[in-house]
């Protein structure tokens, strides 16, 4: 009887520091989750409906909108296409002996203040700069493509580390066997390496979209006109305040919102099983 009260007591520890630890958990969690509403429901008190939707039908606010989802694009269509490969190398050509160094280039816009990156980019493509010279009446900077040129520098981390990452995770001996079975390495990368490290790359994706639809300091440098919406909130708030301000962060939002949606419904259709001539949904 002695023992098995003994054991009792033992697992009402145990049961009570597993309640003391979720208590722990769900507060710490709750403490975040706050932290992050808070400023989203408070600029609600700042809201005047009349003028939010005045604010929100101005030409200038949906013409910066609309070039941060254009440009945010292309920028993100150009890392995928050279970001990609890039992710693939650092990830399998492991006796490189310069990895660590591409890694330090890779990581480095990520660590830079965005304003210092716009600094650099306009030493390498502004006016007074050497390459240029070379191609005389061409205008990177205050033009779309000194958005795009910001927009790609500062946003190349997130689709390369995301991207390596999930290939990283790629068990290699499923590539190996598609060699084998005579597949050439460009089969293989598009066949079996790309759709087994799916799920990384479309976060990888999605990160690179909204960091380069977001991005003010690079692209402020670069190209403060047009304005990029970004741009456009900070110019409303310096010349109405927060309330003239409240309509582009809306439409942020309201986008943010709209791309998580877009990255559940894209990430959850079920476990796939990748073959070599095809690929199956397990719950098909």
Same mark, same amino acid.
């Given at each position: 009887?002695?023992?098995?009260?003994? +054991?009792?007591? =033992? +697992?009402? %520890?145990?049961?009570?520091?597993? +309640?003391? =630890?979720?208590?722990?958990?769900?507060?710490?969690? !709750?403490?975040?989750?706050?932290?992050?509403?808070?400023?989203?429901?408070?600029? %609600?008190?700042?809201? +005047?409906?009349?003028?939010?939707?005045?604010?929100?039908?101005?030409?200038?606010?949906?013409?910066?909108?609309?070039?941060?989802?254009?440009?945010?694009?292309?920028?993100?269509?150009?890392?995928?296409?050279?970001?990609?490969?890039?992710?693939? =190398? %650092?990830?399998?050509?492991?006796?490189?002996?310069?990895?660590?160094?591409?890694?330090?280039?890779?990581?480095?816009?990520?660590?830079?203040?965005?304003?210092?990156?716009?600094?650099?980019?306009?030493?390498?493509?502004?006016?007074?700069?050497?390459?240029?010279?070379?191609?005389?009446?061409?205008?990177?900077?205050?033009?779309? %493509?000194?958005?795009?040129? !910001?927009?790609?520098?500062?946003?190349?981390?997130?689709?390369?580390?995301?991207?390596?990452?999930?290939?990283?995770?790629?068990? &290699?001996?499923?590539?190996?066997?598609? /060699?084998?079975?005579?597949?050439?390495?460009?089969?293989?990368?598009?066949?079996?390496?790309?759709?087994?490290?799916?799920?990384?790359?479309?976060?990888?994706?999605?990160?690179?979209?909204? /960091?380069?639809?977001? &991005?003010?300091?690079?692209?402020?440098?670069?190209?403060?006109?047009?304005?990029?919406?970004?741009?456009?909130? =900070?110019?409303?708030?310096?010349?109405?305040?927060?309330?003239? !301000?409240?309509?582009?962060?809306?439409?942020?939002?309201?986008?943010?919102?709209?791309?998580?949606?877009?990255?559940?419904?894209?990430?959850?259709?079920?476990? /796939?099983?990748?073959?070599?001539?095809?690929?199956?949904?397990?719950?098909?």
């Amino acid at each position: 009887m002695t023992w098995t009260k003994q +054991e009792k007591e =033992f +697992e009402n %520890l145990t049961l009570a520091k597993k +309640e003391g =630890f979720s208590i722990l958990i769900l507060i710490l969690s !709750a403490i975040t989750v706050a932290y992050i509403v808070f400023p989203l429901v408070t600029i %609600l008190t700042f809201v +005047e409906p009349v003028k939010l939707f005045d604010s929100l039908t101005r030409p200038e606010l949906w013409n910066a909108f609309v070039l941060s989802l254009v440009s945010a694009s292309i920028s993100t269509l150009l890392l995928a296409l050279f970001g990609i490969p890039l992710a693939y =190398f %650092l990830a399998r050509y492991r006796g490189f002996r310069g990895k660590f160094v591409i890694r330090v280039i890779v990581i480095l816009p990520l660590v830079l203040p965005p304003l210092a990156s716009g600094v650099l980019l306009l030493g390498l493509y502004g006016p007074n700069s050497a390459l240029l010279q070379y191609f005389p009446g061409v205008e990177l900077t205050q033009s779309i %493509l000194g958005v795009i040129l !910001a927009q790609i520098y500062v946003a190349s981390p997130f689709m390369i580390l995301a991207s390596q990452a999930a290939f990283e995770s790629v068990d &290699e001996s499923y590539e190996k066997i598609s /060699r084998s079975l005579g597949k050439s390495r460009l089969e293989t990368f598009f066949r079996i390496s790309i759709p087994l490290a799916k799920t990384g790359i479309i976060i990888g994706t999605i990160m690179s979209w909204v /960091r380069a639809a977001g &991005e003010l300091g690079a692209t402020m440098m670069m190209a403060y006109n047009p304005h990029t919406i970004s741009i456009q909130i =900070f110019e409303d708030n310096a010349i109405g305040g927060l309330r003239q !301000a409240i309509s582009g962060i809306i439409l942020v939002v309201l986008l943010a919102i709209l791309v998580i949606a877009v990255f559940y419904i894209t990430s959850n259709n079920g476990p /796939r099983i990748i073959t070599f001539g095809r690929s199956k949904n397990n719950n098909s």
